[in-house]
């Protein structure tokens, strides 16, 4: 999956990129996961624990991708031309 999406000059100027990339996608699988699990037991309180939980673990990737895409120079620069 690196090799087909390093084709991409955003993720070929920034290698972090991709990291965040899988995080974000592992968290998400964690949380489909957690749920389905969570939903076995018919604990609804446990559930709104878990999306809460997982909400502000998505959110410090999301973060981090935001904070790279602004800071980079060369998106910075192709948005003034």
Same mark, same amino acid.
């Given at each position: 999956?690196?090799?087909?999406?390093?084709?991409?000059?955003?993720?070929?100027?920034?290698?972090?990129?991709?990291?965040?990339?899988?995080?974000?996608?592992?968290?998400? !699988?964690?949380?489909? *996961?957690g749920t389905? $699990? &969570?939903?076995?037991? %018919?604990?609804?309180? #446990?559930?709104?624990i878990l999306?809460?939980?997982?909400?502000?673990? !998505?959110?410090?990737? *999301?973060?981090?991708? $935001? &904070?790279?895409?602004? %800071?980079?120079?060369? #998106?910075?620069?192709?948005?003034?031309?």
């Amino acid at each position: 999956m690196e090799k087909r999406i390093s084709k991409y000059e955003f993720i070929q100027i920034n290698s972090q990129v991709f990291q965040l990339i899988r995080r974000a996608t592992f968290l998400t !699988l964690v949380m489909v *996961a957690g749920t389905y $699990l &969570v939903r076995l037991t %018919s604990v609804p309180i #446990l559930e709104k624990i878990l999306h809460a939980l997982l909400i502000i673990f !998505l959110a410090i990737p *999301a973060k981090n991708f $935001l &904070v790279i895409a602004i %800071s980079s120079e060369h #998106l910075i620069s192709r948005s003034l031309i």
